[in-house]
């Protein structure tokens, strides 16, 4: 299981790594972490003609904190992000999921901004976008943008990236105070994709009812998918059991998941609506204790 | 002769070598100007091919050659039998071998069509990435029973309903039982074992030496001395031309036992045409189709039992997927419809099976080798039974034991190694109550399941129990020498696959010989230094291989005796051995070096008198009339989230049988391993296929294998009933811990959701959380 | 910037278990292959090429990755750790390799060196591991022959007698 031949070209500034995309478009790949491209190119899954290694920009590696809101540089590794302590802190819907992905050896490689590029709606990290609202920042030759997580994964494997960009950093906002978040999954194996994953985020206004809401999934169709009438349900409610009840029957009924060979479609439903109740329980109780995971 | 070494836990020999990466494997052979190989596979299961363009191919630089069957000339000939049918009366059996490369046809995904030979294996993948062939798709066997009707799409043109064979066995008079019966129990079972993914995937390296005139292959093989045979007939050469290595081979499990594959056969023929050193090294996404499985049988299977649960008898109908070829003959099948009888008295015995082609990958056995597919069935409708009766799992099993005093056992059908199914010594009782002891069975059922169902959880316990055939024939040889060094050296032709050969022979050698053991150097696996023997497979090395070196060790020690009384001139029972030396009795100082003594058996001058041999070393070979029963026990505890279905073990405990034990140590990583397979084949591994015969998870992304957080810490314990039919008395073990473990996830996960109760029946492997979900569903 | 003067070979200058080597390789060149078959370090072993067995983990700088998904000239200026590094050969192993000798923690060993590359770095971060620890750390690699519990004892008795003075 070789790979294709390939050129290959150390990028020496992220300019001269965007001018060459320019050049070549989608006969072009960037090189980051490589652990979802690296697989599918043994496999000659993909066969791009050009690979632009992103990995000797070392500017691109950063964790910056801004009033609580956290921005991700594209070369940074998932075990940085993991270890982190500001990230603990600040994002701890991110810091739990992080475990859940693969195992250390592919984390100590993989970046967050490669794994979002690659948009499998398997993987749990998209999902975590929605749910806590992040952004994309893209830049090309000519010029950058900021695209919304809600407006990021177009389909399977498919974003929003224009063949001359690269997803160069994302950004989460800043949790109101009173926020709880959790995120749950089912997998076969621990580090297997998820058979379904829930990411929760709720918040309290001074009266203890829920002000805001984020409920996302994967592995529930061709992308990650935000619950939206589901989290709509909880907004100025208690989030006591009954209506967490039914909004995790709501975003069950919001899933359009295939299956695979795990797991039927009306498994991975059911699970959707355990999980997004698991889910949401634990946010709550954390939103009400002040500790937000 | 003390017994400092056997069975003691002693640490492996081979370990140093392997723990610093400097052990020989494959896919580490590198030889001056060697080429790589690559094949073109089949995608389709089943397809003519109308024409195959190579032009793309031959013309990319770093191509040395390519090949299709026309370029193999007469050398292209289908593979040989391997396992004749047993002499069941009224068998039948239709033999159709795998060929090199495949001419006109193809019959399942992954079967080779073209093979690249190239500078590297990048190029060669490169280059069939070039071939362009024209395919016409054919209707697909794809589904086991589908497979089986008679209109089905036929693998081969001639043979309707794709009957590979057909085997019906009896003992008494089922029918007759039944009548009688208090209850006759009848389900329908289904049972895929995979495949077997050891960590190495398979590999031969072949270099021809036109000036020394002789051939050596490297090959990750289970039958070293086999291949060097086959492959020395094929090729016209004499057996003294060919030398077959099997180094270190990273796990076998059955499917390297597997004889003249494609690959095998094709590659040293290769290196002689091209007189340039060949090596292919398959890949993973090749070995999932490309090297054999064991996979699934149905079973419509039928039990009578008295009013106290006892068996009256039992009848089965099967059907067993044989993949598209069948050169390994039916040694699944005849262990399935053996090992179903188990460690009870079934004194009613109909069973009938029929092996089908499928456009799949050929089934060969791993580990197990069919016994699961029927210890599946008797254990389940023993777990029907008792419910129906009112008895626990563990009682009805009590009730059915074969009696201690009632060995040798002819069951009398006939077995794999052909002769009649016989248990040579065995206890069964004994085991039972050690495994229920060690996971508190009683206690669990009156107290701990209660309480903890009360809080809402969701716990189930199962225990069961098996036999396992081992040991079997036809023989395997060993030559034991002690070198000018002081070392004593131990060859035999049986090679490895990982289970510590290089200590466990030693062990044995070194006692007999009084050294130590670290002294004693085991070469395996390689014909120049001996290529007498079958190989390692069906849980034998240790039973026969190791009383073949036992007795050749036990003829060196008798030498080595006889020439330092001549030495020291007194009686033979004057002396000792130990620690590499001869000394008088009560006398240390009066010592000779077994080195030197080897020495003395060697002379420049003089002459060895008639009728001995010159050194310290004897042949010897052990053929067992028949196998050795090894049995055990298996018991489990599980909690299962009745949401997610998400099953965790609690607790894992088994006890085993395999008579007297060489190294503990070594016992407890078979039976550890052998557990972990079982768990994957119960709860995680599954080859999903499509109807065009396509198998949808062909990586280990999706074909689960279990990991170290999916195997529990498991409690061992074991008895001993040494073998009758050897003479250290060892029955074998490399299977044990496999075979019973899909039965014991069936019962305790019906035990956890109380499935039964709610109408609910678990009567295929494997099983999943979503497949629990689907069963439970609206129950 | 121009768009010619891709080679099809590139130079790779890296260090692996503390000696430097030079080489031209292709790009696509996998590490696990430049280990194996262009400097001969053939104990790093290569079992699915998908990275998912874990057969083939080195230390990058000394962080565990999967040769498989690297390719050698990522590896440019980089500090790669394998099998060979650790211990003194054969006749001297170290503290982990010796407990795994002394726990019959392998069998085959085809997956052995993978795991001793991971659990060496492990135990480095985590010096005094629970099970649950262990078995959590030891779940991205895969053994076909052992059913991991001897593994889990080797690591926990190289943990202890690290703790005890010794040096992984």
Known sequence: MKPAPFRYAAAQSVEHALALKAEFGEEARFLAGGQSLIPAMNFRLAQPAMLIDLNPLDDLDYIQVKDGALRIGARTRYSKVEHAAEVACWQPLLAEVLPNIAHPQIRNRGTLCGNLSHADPASELPAVMLASEARMHARSATGERWIPAAEFFLNLFETALQPDEMLVEIELPALSARTGTCFIEVARRPGDYAMMGVAARVSLDASGNCSAAGLALCNAGPTPMAALAAAQMLIGSDLGAEVLAAAAAQARDEVSPNGNVHCTPDYQRHLAGVLARRALTAAAARARTGTPA | ?779 | MSSTGFADEVKVSLTVNGRRYTRTVEPRMLLADFLRHELGLTGTHVGCEHGVCGACTVQFDGQPVRSCLTFAVQAQGHEISTVEGLGEGPAKLSVLQEAFRECHGLQCGYCTPGILMTMQAFLAQHPDPSEAQVREALSGNLCRCTGYQHIVDAVLLAAKNLRAGGQA
């Open chain 2, 1 to 779: 002769m003390s017994t400092r070494y056997f069975g003691q836990p002693v640490k492996r020999n081979e370990d140093a070598r392997l723990l610093t990466g400097s052990a020989l494997f494959v896919d580490d052979v590198e030889l001056g100007g060697m080429l790589h190989a690559a094949f073109l596979r089949s995608p389709y299961a089943h397809a003519k091919i109308v024409s195959i363009d190579l032009q793309a191919a031959k013309a990319r630089p770093g191509v040395i050659a390519v090949y299709t069957a026309e370029d193999l000339g007469d050398y292209w000939q289908p593979g040989p039998l391997l396992v004749p049918p047993p002499p069941v009366p009224g068998i039948v059996f239709n033999l159709r071998t795998q060929v090199p490369l495949a001419k006109g046809v193809v019959r399942h995904v992954g079967e080779p069509v073209v093979l690249v030979i190239a500078d590297s294996r990048y190029i060669a993948e490169d280059a069939v990435g070039d071939i362009y062939i024209d395919w016409e798709a054919l209707p697909v066997a794809a589904e086991l029973e589908a497979a089986a009707r008679p209109d089905a799409p036929r693998v081969h043109p001639d043979i309707p309903g794709n009957v590979a064979a057909h085997a019906h066995q009896k003992r008494g008079d089922y029918a007759r039982a039944a009548k009688d019966a208090h209850l006759t129990i009848k389900r329908r079972f289904t049972y895929d074992h995979g495949c077997s993914q050891p960590m190495e995937t398979r590999g031969v390296v072949a270099q021809w030496d036109n000036k020394a005139d002789k051939l050596t292959i490297w090959d990750t093989t289970q039958a070293p001395v086999a291949i060097r045979n086959g492959m020395a007939a094929m090729l016209g050469l004499s057996e003294r031309q060919v030398r077959v290595i099997a180094p270190f081979i990273g796990g076998g499990f059955g499917p390297k036992i597997m004889m003249f594959y494609p690959e095998e056969v094709l590659i040293p023929w290769v290196a002689m045409q091209l007189n340039t050193p060949v090596k292919w090294i398959e890949d993973r996404a090749e070995h999932f189709v490309a090297t054999t499985h064991e996979r699934g049988q149905i079973h419509d299977a039928e039990m009578a039992i008295d009013k106290d649960g006892r068996i009256l008898g039992v009848k089965d109908v099967f059907l067993h997927d044989t993949g598209a070829y069948d050169p390994y003959g039916l040694t699944v099948p005849i262990n399935s419809q053996c090992t179903l009888l188990g460690p009870y008295v079934v004194p009613n015995y109909d069973s009938v099976f029929t092996a089908v082609f499928t456009n799949k990958t050929l089934v060969t056995p791993y580990r197990g080798a069919g016994r699961q597919h029927g210890v599946f069935v008797m254990e389940r409708l023993l777990d029907i039974a008792a419910r129906e009766i009112g008895i626990t799992p563990a009682e009805i099993r009590r009730r059915n034991f074969i009696a201690p005093d009632a060995f040798p056992y002819n069951h009398g059908i006939i077995y794999q190694d052909f002769t009649e199914l016989t248990y040579d010594s065995g206890n069964y009782e004994p085991i039972l109550d050690q495994v229920l002891a060690t996971i508190g069975y009683e206690k669990f059922l009156a107290e701990e399941q209660p309480r903890l169902r009360a809080e809402g959880k969701c716990v189930g316990i199962a225990v069961v129990c098996y036999v396992e055939g081992t040991g079997i024939g036809p023989y395997e040889g060993a030559k034991v020498q002690v070198q000018a060094s002081g070392k004593v050296s131990v060859v035999t032709g049986i090679g490895t696959q990982g289970q510590g050969h290089f200590t466990s022979f030693a062990q044995i050698v070194a006692d007999a010989c009084g050294v130590d053991v670290t002294n004693v150097e085991v070469v395996t696996g390689d014909t120049d230094a001996f290529y007498w023997g079958a190989g390692t497979f069906a849980s034998r090395g240790a039973v026969v291989a190791g009383n073949a070196i036992g007795q050749a060790a036990g003829l060196v020690r008798q030498k080595i005796l006889a020439t330092a009384a001549e030495h020291f001139e007194c009686a033979e029972t004057d002396l000792v051995i130990e620690n590499g030396r001869v000394s008088l009795a009560g006398v240390p100082d009066h010592s000779i070096t077994l080195g030197e003594l080897a020495g003395m058996a060697n002379p420049m001058r003089g002459a060895v008198a008639p009728g001995t041999e010159p050194g310290l070393e004897a042949t010897s070979y052990f053929g067992p009339p028949m196998g050795a029963t090894a049995s055990g026990a298996h018991a489990m505890i599980v909690e299962v989230d009745p949401e997610t279905m998400m099953v965790e073990i609690k607790r894992y405990a088994v006890a085993h049988d395999c008579g007297v034990v060489i190294n503990p140590l070594i016992v407890e990583g078979q039976v550890q391993g052998g557990v972990a397979q079982g768990i994957g084949n119960a709860f995680f591994e599954d080859l999903v296929y499509n109807e065009e015969g396509q198998l949808l998870n062909a990586s280990l992304a999706d074909y689960l294998l279990p990991t170290s957080m999916d195997v529990p810490r498991m409690e061992l314990t074991h008895t001993v009933t040494p073998s009758p039919l050897n003479p250290m008395g060892i029955k074998g073990v490399g299977e044990a811990g496999a075979i019973p473990v899909g039965p014991l996830f069936a019962q305790a996960l019906e035990d956890a959701l109380q499935l039964p109760q709610r109408g609910v029946e678990l009567l295929d492997i494997p099983l999943s959380p979503s497949k629990l979900w689907e069963l439970a569903r609206g129950a």
